[in-house]
């Protein structure tokens, strides 16, 4: 009799525990039910979320955080919208913000032309990158 199909749509804070393992209990948990899943799904605002909590409440340099975000596309089970995930990560690792690429390259596939942003970083490498970008300014 075969093992049962497990497949699961991970959160972030699942993702954080078996990334991190600062909570051994959870961890352990976090790290058993992905093993036993057939399927990961892991939704493009969870990574958002994941690289932000990385950099801002764990203190990792950008390069950690891709590093932390293709070990986990790497695993066979784990589904991720591979196209905007690449996007974010060359903004990351142009410098910037993944989910300023998520966001621009999501938005472009549903037939925005440019990323508005009053972030002048964030327009620049995504302009770097090829992407259209509108530097917005303070109407005051």
Do not use: H
């Not at 979320?49 to 066979?76: D, H, M, N, P, Q």
């Amino acid at each position: 009799m075969g093992r049962r199909a497990v497949r699961i749509t991970a959160d972030t804070n699942v993702l954080l525990r078996a990334a991190m393992c600062d909570d051994p209990g959870q961890a352990a948990a976090a790290m058993e039910v992905m093993r036993a899943a057939t399927l990961v799904a892991v939704p493009s605002l969870v990574l958002c979320e994941f690289a932000w909590v990385l950099k801002r409440a764990y203190k990792l340099r950008s390069e950690e955080v891709g590093e932390a975000i293709r070990r986990l596309i790497a695993i066979e089970s784990v589904r991720v919208d591979r196209p905007a995930v690449e996007a974010g990560l060359a903004i990351l690792d142009a410098g910037g913000d993944f989910a300023d690429g998520v966001i621009a390259f999501e938005g472009a596939r549903m037939g925005g032309t440019a990323f508005a942003t009053f972030d002048r970083a964030a327009a620049s490498l995504l302009a770097a990158a090829g992407m259209q970008a509108t530097l917005l300014m303070s109407a005051g």
